[in-house]
Antibody
Framework: QVQLVQSGAEVKKPGASVKVSCKASGYTFTGYYMYWVRQAPGQGLEWMGWINPKNGDTEYAQKFQGRVTMTRDTSISTAYMELSRLTSDDTAMYYC???????????????????WGQGTLVTVSS | DIQMTQSPSTLSASIGDRVTITCRASQTISRWLAWYQQKPGKAPNLLIYKASSLESGVPLRFSGSGSGTEFTLTISSLQPDDFATYYCQQYNRGYTFGQGTKLEIK
């Protein structure tokens, strides 16, 4: 079945960077966009960006531009999200989530997310 | 940016109740709206897309409606498994979530 498995929890100091991985299985990795969404403790959901695993194209939310980098390794069906210059405000659960439908020949985004990874808790603390 | 506002923020209801959650967009989004259910410690799960299309496997007691700027999620008869937090999400331009509605047992 379709599954996204994320890397384990991280504890980082302010100013550091974190790189979270998301390993996909059960479908053609390069056929679907991958999104990243975060959720601060007790708060709502916040879209961070997406990557097209087929060609590496990315789009980032304005809030994270300059601090986030999304990459992928198609040989191991894994997407990555790296966030730099961490502050305590970046303490959150980070999720990867697949686009609902395949992009097809024209790389069309569907825009809603299924399935989701289990989440990776990133804690930023001195 | 398109802002999404859900109401109420918290809803107390009993088993068997019919409940409705409202989601309003700051500008028209046609029917480009999804609903998710999230339980504590778990990732969100897709319930509805394109405002009213039910995701496969989601019970028929869930339904969505609306277009433009106002949308609703209705649960026709609450079951114990439905107590969770619900989020709307627009995907007309960018991707924005509502702040969530926590559905509690009365």
């Amino acid at each position: 079945q379709v599954q996204l498995v994320q890397s384990g929890a991280e504890v980082k100091k302010p100013g550091a960077s974190v790189k979270v991985s998301c390993k996909a299985s059960g479908y053609t990795f390069t056929g679907y966009y991958m999104y990243w969404v975060r959720q601060a403790p007790g708060q709502g959901l916040e879209w961070m960006g997406w990557i097209n695993p087929k060609n590496g194209d990315t789009e980032y939310a304005q809030k994270f531009q300059g601090r986030v980098t999304m990459t992928r390794d198609t040989s191991i069906s894994t997407a990555y999200m790296e966030l730099s210059r961490l502050t305590s405000d970046d303490t959150a659960m980070y999720y990867c989530a697949r686009d609902y439908s395949p992009g097809g020949d024209y790389d069309i985004l569907t825009g809603y997310f299924f399935p989701w990874g289990q989440g990776t808790l990133v804690t930023v603390s001195s | 940016d398109i802002q999404m506002t859900q109401s109420p923020s918290t809803l107390s209801a009993s088993i068997g109740d019919r409940v409705t959650i409202t989601c309003r967009a700051s500008q028209t989004i046609s029917r480009w709206l999804a609903w998710y259910q999230q339980k504590p410690g778990k990732a969100p799960n897709l319930l509805i897309y394109k405002a009213s299309s039910l995701e496969s496997g989601v019970p028929l007691r869930f339904s969505g409606s609306g277009s433009g700027t106002e949308f609703t999620l209705t649960i026709s008869s609450l079951q114990p498994d439905d107590f969770a937090t619900y989020y709307c999400q627009q995907y007309n331009r960018g991707y924005t979530f509502g702040q969530g509605t926590k559905l509690e047992i009365k």
